[in-house]
Protein backbone atom coordinates (compact mmCIF):
# COMPACT_ATOMS: atom_id res chain seq x y z
CA UNK A 1 0.00 0.00 0.00
CA UNK A 2 2.56 2.25 0.88
CA UNK A 3 4.30 1.83 -2.50
CA UNK A 4 1.59 1.91 -4.74
CA UNK A 5 0.52 5.17 -2.34
CA UNK A 6 3.99 6.59 -2.94
CA UNK A 7 3.84 6.24 -6.63
CA UNK A 8 0.44 7.83 -6.88
CA UNK A 9 0.93 10.77 -4.44
CA UNK A 10 4.26 11.45 -3.92
CA UNK A 11 4.00 14.18 -1.65
CA UNK A 12 1.70 11.07 1.08
CA UNK A 13 5.02 9.23 1.73
CA UNK A 14 6.06 11.04 4.68
CA UNK A 15 2.59 10.64 6.27
CA UNK A 16 2.03 7.35 5.14
CA UNK A 17 5.74 6.22 6.26
CA UNK A 18 4.97 7.37 9.82
CA UNK A 19 1.82 5.49 9.54
CA UNK A 20 2.65 1.80 8.57
CA UNK A 21 5.23 1.41 11.39
CA UNK A 22 2.30 1.95 13.77
CA UNK A 23 -0.04 -0.63 12.20
CA UNK A 24 2.92 -2.83 12.13
CA UNK A 25 3.41 -2.90 15.62
CA UNK A 26 0.01 -3.34 16.55
CA UNK A 27 -0.43 -6.54 14.18
CA UNK A 28 2.65 -7.74 15.53
CA UNK A 29 2.08 -9.74 18.62
CA UNK A 30 5.76 -9.32 19.37
CA UNK A 31 5.90 -5.88 19.89
CA UNK A 32 3.05 -4.87 22.32
CA UNK A 33 5.07 -2.25 24.46
CA UNK A 34 6.52 -0.45 21.39
CA UNK A 35 3.03 -0.62 20.23
CA UNK A 36 1.29 0.91 23.32
CA UNK A 37 4.04 3.47 23.43
CA UNK A 38 3.69 4.78 19.94
CA UNK A 39 -0.37 4.91 20.77
CA UNK A 40 -0.40 6.67 23.67
CA UNK A 41 2.73 8.12 25.32
CA UNK A 42 4.89 8.80 21.94
CA UNK A 43 1.94 10.25 20.56
CA UNK A 44 0.86 12.85 22.72
CA UNK A 45 4.75 13.59 23.22
CA UNK A 46 4.40 14.13 19.13
CA UNK A 47 1.18 16.36 19.70
CA UNK A 48 2.68 18.24 21.61
CA UNK A 49 5.57 18.91 20.55
CA UNK A 50 3.96 19.56 16.76
CA UNK A 51 1.38 22.58 18.30
CA UNK A 52 3.82 24.53 20.18
CA UNK A 53 6.02 24.26 16.83
CA UNK A 54 3.07 25.25 14.69
CA UNK A 55 2.06 27.42 17.36
CA UNK A 56 5.35 29.73 17.33
CA UNK A 57 5.52 30.00 13.74
CA UNK A 58 1.95 31.25 13.42
CA UNK A 59 1.26 34.71 13.71
CA UNK A 60 -2.09 36.46 15.26
CA UNK A 61 -2.69 38.61 12.00
CA UNK A 62 -2.48 35.34 10.12
CA UNK A 63 -4.67 32.89 12.47
CA UNK A 64 -7.37 35.49 13.39
CA UNK A 65 -9.00 36.06 10.27
CA UNK A 66 -12.46 35.21 8.40
CA UNK A 67 -11.07 32.91 6.61
CA UNK A 68 -10.14 30.55 9.71
CA UNK A 69 -13.20 31.41 11.57
CA UNK A 70 -14.83 29.69 8.14
CA UNK A 71 -12.90 26.75 8.58
CA UNK A 72 -13.70 26.00 12.44
CA UNK A 73 -17.22 26.48 11.56
CA UNK A 74 -17.50 24.12 8.57
CA UNK A 75 -15.50 21.69 11.15
CA UNK A 76 -18.12 22.17 13.77
CA UNK A 77 -21.37 21.49 11.13
CA UNK A 78 -18.95 18.68 9.56
CA UNK A 79 -18.83 16.93 13.44
CA UNK A 80 -22.31 17.60 13.69
CA UNK A 81 -23.45 16.04 10.60
CA UNK A 82 -21.41 13.19 11.37
CA UNK A 83 -22.84 12.81 14.77
CA UNK A 84 -26.49 13.35 14.35
CA UNK A 85 -27.32 10.58 12.11
CA UNK A 86 -25.17 8.34 13.96
CA UNK A 87 -27.09 8.48 17.04
CA UNK A 88 -30.49 9.19 15.64
CA UNK A 89 -29.84 6.30 13.48
CA UNK A 90 -28.73 4.02 16.81
CA UNK A 91 -32.50 4.89 18.39
CA UNK A 92 -34.06 3.99 15.45
CA UNK A 93 -33.06 0.71 15.62
CA UNK A 94 -33.87 0.34 18.91
CA UNK A 95 -36.92 1.53 18.52
CA UNK A 96 -37.13 -0.89 15.29
CA UNK A 97 -35.58 -4.12 16.82
CA UNK A 98 -38.25 -3.44 20.07
CA UNK A 99 -35.18 -2.75 22.23
CA UNK A 100 -32.63 -5.60 20.40
CA UNK A 101 -30.08 -3.23 19.56
CA UNK A 102 -28.35 -0.98 21.91
CA UNK A 103 -28.88 2.82 20.84
CA UNK A 104 -24.97 3.08 21.77
CA UNK A 105 -24.09 1.66 18.23
CA UNK A 106 -24.84 5.38 17.13
CA UNK A 107 -22.25 6.92 18.90
CA UNK A 108 -19.35 4.64 18.52
CA UNK A 109 -19.81 5.72 14.71
CA UNK A 110 -18.24 9.11 15.36
CA UNK A 111 -15.02 8.77 13.06
CA UNK A 112 -13.48 11.85 14.31
CA UNK A 113 -13.75 11.24 18.43
CA UNK A 114 -12.03 7.26 18.27
CA UNK A 115 -12.36 7.90 22.33
CA UNK A 116 -16.24 7.93 21.97
CA UNK A 117 -16.17 4.22 20.77
CA UNK A 118 -13.97 3.19 23.54
CA UNK A 119 -16.59 5.09 26.31
CA UNK A 120 -19.72 3.39 24.01
CA UNK A 121 -17.69 0.16 24.37
CA UNK A 122 -17.10 0.18 28.13
CA UNK A 123 -20.62 1.10 28.77
CA UNK A 124 -22.26 -0.79 26.62
CA UNK A 125 -20.72 -3.98 28.00
CA UNK A 126 -22.71 -6.19 30.85
CA UNK A 127 -21.79 -6.42 33.82
CA UNK A 128 -21.96 -9.61 35.71
CA UNK A 129 -22.00 -9.47 39.53
CA UNK A 130 -19.96 -11.79 41.25
Same mark, same amino acid.
Given at each position: ????????????????????????????? *????? $?? +????? =??? #??? /?? &? %??? *????? $?? +????? =??? #??? /?? &? %???????????????????????? %????????????????????????????????
Amino acid at each position: MTILAGLLIPTSLPLLGMLMPGNLFRECA *VTQRL $SK +TAGNE =LNN #IIV /IF &L %GVT *VGAKA $SA +TMFLS =LDT #IKI /II &L %GLVAFSVGTAPGVLFGKLMYWATK %GKVNPLIGAAGVSAVPMATRVAQQVGIPRTSC
